[in-house]
């Protein structure tokens, strides 16, 4: 996937995945990873995401990665600065751990899910190398027959998250939501069954 494509949705304005308020996920499970205030969270591919709001309020420092120019501006513009938030723009896998510095902790809501099969590997690489041992994560995934709607975004079934973090971290399945009633417009899409997992993931 280009990063071209991601750019198009944004002057588009074609940014469906964006929630205007935060993911229940945190409110629900967020708590369960143990993290004190002043601890640091990463946010990759973040858009403009509220969710980074939430964490801030919480006495978390955020920091996140974003494509985007216009995403990054658009939040700024809505929320301001925040000395809590250090959202950047620039490409996921260009980071490095000294460029990120130290994280103890990663919200992933729409980043595994906005990539294609063949970038998800390479993805879950860079988040290893810009962790460290006892880093924890939530993450979440949707799950859907690839075959009636072509992502993003994709499918991420319970077998690739074991295959993808498996050799390299404690997993814990903590929800799972049937979305398809509340999501009109992916069963406009052809979708059937529309699920949501959030997982606990602590680097071994």
Sequence with gaps: ?????????????????????????????????????????????????????????????????????????????????????????????????????????????????????????RYVQQLDRLSTRGTRSLLVTMEYDQREMPGPPHAVNPSEVQQLFGETHDILQLDYVDLLPESPKMAARGVSRLGERVYSLKRR
Excluded: Y
């Design 1 to 121: 996937m280009e990063a071209s494509f991601w750019h198009e949705r944004w002057q588009r304005q074609e940014i469906g995945f964006h929630q205007a308020q935060t993911h229940r996920a945190l409110e629900s499970h967020w708590a369960s990873l143990g993290l004190q205030a002043g601890q640091r969270v990463f946010v990759p591919l973040a858009g403009k995401s509220l969710d980074m709001l939430w964490l801030a309020t919480r006495g978390l420092e955020v920091v996140g990665i974003e494509l985007s120019p216009l995403a990054v501006d658009n939040f700024k513009v809505e929320h301001g600065d925040s000395p809590h938030i250090d959202l950047r723009c620039g490409d996921i896998f260009d980071l490095t751990p000294e460029s990120l510095g130290r994280i103890d902790a990663i919200f992933d809501r729409a980043a595994l899910v906005a990539l294609p099969t063949e970038m998800r590997k």
